[in-house]
């Protein structure tokens, strides 16, 4: 077994090269292309507004996940498992996927299972029996995903590329984006999957981690670390 020396810069991922676009297509190829980048603006306007909304008036909705004020201080109870890599590859694969889809399914199924058999226990008539739906409709909760800017360096490693140029910094540079779960019971639990995926696949069409990074760093500039 080889050791790691401590003294190395990490390995990081190398990127992959970008088949050369044709020049056929004509027309069409270009209108496609304008309405692409069209949508990603539009995407991080709608995402921009959202993120500033949520900071002044927008909260999620109260659930039994949400604590009362202080409760960062109380006691918590963790609850985790193990599951399998080979199998979360294996819907991977067969979904057209990535891990990440896949994992934030199985984070939306078990809390809206959770959810549901909460609500379940305040009713009278045993809604909390399986099967049953005892979910609020339209319910907002959302998490905070954080998002890599810095770019792949390419086949050159960290040492290589920083002695040909002085532009390489090193540090974090990392944005966040609101990610939406979608709360609900399905009878197929593939379908959390899916709705995961087609989240995912809508954030990145969307620079939202980007002007968040420089909202941040604005707000660094001007109020400092410091919190009273």
């Known amino acids: 077994m080889c050791e790691s020396d401590p003294d190395e810069f990490p390995t990081l991922p190398i ?26 603006y539009w995407n991080t306007l709608v995402d921009v507004v959202m993120f500033l909304i949520t900071i ?28 399998s890599l080979e199998d979360v590859k294996l819907v991977k694969n067969a979904m057209n996927a990535t891990i990440n889809d896949v994992m934030v399914g199985v984070t939306q199924a078990a809390l809206s299972r959770y959810l549901n058999r909460k609500y379940g226990k ?9 099967g049953n739906s005892n979910l609020p409709k339209n319910i907002r909760l959302r998490a905070t995903s954080f998002v890599n800017l810095r770019p792949y360096l390419g086949n050159e490693g960290v040492a290589e590329k920083k002695k040909s140029s002085s532009n390489v910094r090193l540090g974090n540079l990392i944005g966040y984006v609101l990610f939406p779960f979608t709360i609900a019971l399905r009878e197929d639990a593939l379908d959390y999957v899916r709705s995961a995926k087609a989240t995912g696949k809508r954030k990145k069409a969307s620079l939202e981690a980007i002007y968040t990074y420089f909202m941040a760093k604005t707000f660094l500039k001007l109020f400092g670390t410091k919190v009273r």
């Not at 050369?20 to 270009?30: I, T, W």
Request: proline share 6%; aromatic share 4%; with cysteine.
């Open 15 to 40: 990127s992959k090269k970008q088949k050369p676009c044709s020049s056929g297509g004509g027309l069409l190829q270009h209108f496609i292309k304008l309405f692409s980048v069209l949508l990603i």
């Open 56 to 83: 002044f008036v927008l909260d999620d909705t109260k659930t039994p996940l949400k604590g009362p004020l202080g409760v960062g201080s109380t006691p918590r109870r963790i609850v985790h498992r193990t599951v």
């Open 122 to 130: 305040n009713k009278k008539d045993g809604g909390v029996a399986e």
